[in-house]
């Protein structure tokens, strides 16, 4: 399923001899020639489509089953997600400067160390690599262990992180933009992400909410969540060592990505 999900997305948006993205993206600049007004309406056409098609899962898997709404949510969501990530890459300093830190001592290392923690509260959705992969059946879980002991949504946390660590290293108004339209989606995908899991869980959901929060730490602080003494063990399972892959893998093919967007030219 992942490896028919990555070749239609190939053929129909982002080969340039086939793919839509082209005609897509110069209908964006028809509206604005501005680099951060083509990133928000970029950001703002992806979340509106993942944040739509995350409120009409159940009444799709429905219709056509859970596999299927899987491969057609990622083939949606996973085109529109690389062109954000490239357009960011090629503008990301089209902007108006407005600080540079990167020859303060000590600010490379937080930017690394910022982005490499972000990463273990982006993707808690690796819980289940099959799910993702469409392979095993997808589900709404309802997760209370690892990482959503310290926040309900890590990907809201992540993103807050992501976004620190790269305005301390480009300091442009398209960063701030880029961050400020991150930031927007994730905060209102917390909301959401709540109304589905009391949708699918009920009660249950209910409970896990009592005894976590949104804000990192709040449940712990106020007494509503009480870490085991062995919480180390929780982060011990092969999707946090995949994160740690992931990471590290990022960070050195940064050189690579960059090439490849320079390539399709978004």
């Known amino acids: 399923m992942l490896v028919l999900t990555k070749k239609l997305a190939w053929l129909t948006w982002i080969n340039p001899d086939t793919g839509v993205a082209n005609n897509f993206l110069d209908f964006l600049k028809g509206i604005s020639d501005n680099p951060e007004v083509v990133m928000l309406l970029i950001l703002a056409v992806f979340a509106g489509s993942h944040s739509g098609l995350a409120y009409l899962r159940p009444y799709g898997e429905e219709l056509i089953g859970a596999r299927a709404y899987r491969v057609i949510f990622a083939l949606v969501s996973l085109p529109l997600a ?137 449940a712990i602080w106020e007494g509503r969540q009480k870490l085991p003494a062995d919480y180390f063990k929780e982060f ?20 690579l990505m960059q090439s490849a967007s320079h390539w399709l030219g978004w």
């Open 82 to 218: 690389t062109l954000a990530l490239v357009y960011f890459i090629n503008h990301r300093y089209s902007g108006t400067p407005l600080w540079n830190l990167r020859s303060i001592p000590g600010v490379h290392d937080a930017v690394w160390i910022l982005n490499f923690i972000s990463f273990y509260f982006l993707y808690p959705s690796t819980f289940n690599i099959l799910e993702v992969a469409a392979v095993d059946q997808p589900k709404v879980h309802l997760w209370e262990t690892g990482i959503t002991r310290i926040t309900r949504h890590p990907q809201n946390t992540g993103q807050l992180i992501w976004c620190l660590g790269h305005l301390l290293w480009i300091g442009n108004s398209f960063m701030v933009t880029t961050s400020a339209a991150l930031v927007a989606h994730h905060v209102l995908a917390c909301y959401h992400g709540d109304f589905r899991l009391r949708r699918k869980h009920g009660e249950a959901f209910d409970a896990v909410k009592s005894r976590t929060s949104i804000v990192p730490f709040q």
């Open 236 to 255: 011990v399972r092969l999707p946090y060592v995949t994160i740690t892959l992931l990471s590290l893998g990022t960070y050195w093919a940064h050189p």
